[in-house]
């Protein structure tokens, strides 16, 4: 059978080299940078907004192309201490505090654990209503370690690793990631869909 092909509208790079290699044999994975807003409130709702906002703005701009759905993708880093906050806001808390200031935020707390949540939202059409999967990562943040190459893979040791998320070799993160987990969900659910 043909592969499929999906628009994953991201502006970020890494994001979508870890998705092309986590879904590369299913499904022919292309991106498309399209700004959009980001509205507020639950991570869920979040998601499946800007999956309608971001089919519209692609059936706009690819109209005639053949594609088959769009994805988006939020993540968030989760400190069990604060409630579950950075959270969504972990772009911004990471752009202006560093890896040493999300380090320090937990300087008053015993409890460094955090998961790495993935929210991700697949439509077919502007016609349809967006599903939305959900993969997480327990671990713990940690003084930065590893290369300085993907956001804040330094500071997130995965439980059961003794190397963070940027020691990790890509195999092994792409293998037990929240990313991983959330479209490990979405394969399947087209595996099921496709064979309805
Ligand atoms: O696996 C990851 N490992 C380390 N860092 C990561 C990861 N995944 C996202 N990140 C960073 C990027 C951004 O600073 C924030 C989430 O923001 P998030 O909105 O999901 O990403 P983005 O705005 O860069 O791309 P997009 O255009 O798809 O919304 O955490
Ligand atoms: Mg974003």
Known sequence: MQKRTVVFVTGNANKLREVQQICGETLNVISHSVDLPELQGEVEDISK???????????????????????????????????????????????????????????GYEDKSAYALCTLSFVKSSKDEPNVFLGKTHGKIVPARGPN?????????????????????????????????????LLSFLQIEQTK
Do not use: M
């Not at 594609?67 to 990471?94: M, Q, R």
């Not at 190397?163 to 990631?177: R, V």
């Open 49 to 107: 907004e800007k999956c309608k906002l971001a089919v519209k703005e692609i059936e706009r701009e690819l109209s005639g192309t053949s594609i088959d759905g769009v994805i988006v993708e939020d993540t968030s880093l989760c400190y069990n201490a604060l409630g579950g906050l950075p959270g969504p806001y972990i772009k911004w808390f990471l752009d202006k505090t560093g890896h040493d200031g999300l380090n320090k935020i937990l300087a």
């Open 149 to 185: 190459s993907f956001g804040w893979d330094p500071i997130f040791l995965p439980d059961g690793f003794d190397k963070t998320y940027a020691e990790l070799d890509k195999d092994t993160k792409n293998s037990i990631s929240h990313r991983y987990r959330a479209f490990e969900q």
